[in-house]
Nanobody
Framework: QVQLVESGGGSVQAGGSLRLSCVAS????????MGWFRQAPGKEREFVAA????????YYAASVKGRFTISRDNAKNTVFLQMNSLKPEDTAVYYC?????????????????WGQGTQVTVSS
């Protein structure tokens, strides 16, 4: 089964930046939408951003719009999440998801394809 591996997390101060990467072990998602989600301690997993297979259409949660940018490189089976102007409330484990459904600007994740997550910690 194809695997998704996230990297790029870490600890930064508020206002800093991080770039997350998610690499798929096979080109399974080259014609599929992909998304990023996050889960903070004690909270449910929430949607962060999604991108269609062409890379031309992107969608964001209101809380990150204007600060985060999702992109992809299908030749490298990789999706990125550039995170700027980070805030303490962005602290969470970030997960990528492959093969979900985009419909009316909503991304529904594919439950079989989650990465293991990467920790992002933002200090004030």
């Amino acid at each position: 089964q194809v695997q998704l591996v996230e990297s790029g997390g870490g600890s930064v101060q508020a206002g800093g930046s991080l770039r997350l990467s998610c690499v798929a072990s096979a080109p399974t998602f080259s014609r599929s939408a992909m998304g990023w989600f996050r889960q903070a301690p004690g909270k449910e997993r929430e949607f962060v951003a999604a991108i269609d297979w062409t890379g031309r259409n992107t969608y964001y949660a209101a809380s990150v719009k204007g600060r985060f940018t999702i992109s992809r490189d299908n030749a490298k089976n990789t999706v990125f999440l550039q995170m700027n102007s980070l805030k303490p409330e962005d602290t969470a484990v970030y997960y990528c998801n492959g093969g979900g459904q985009l419909y009316r600007k909503q991304y529904t994740p594919e439950n079989d394809y989650w990465g293991q997550g990467t920790q992002v910690t933002v200090s004030s």
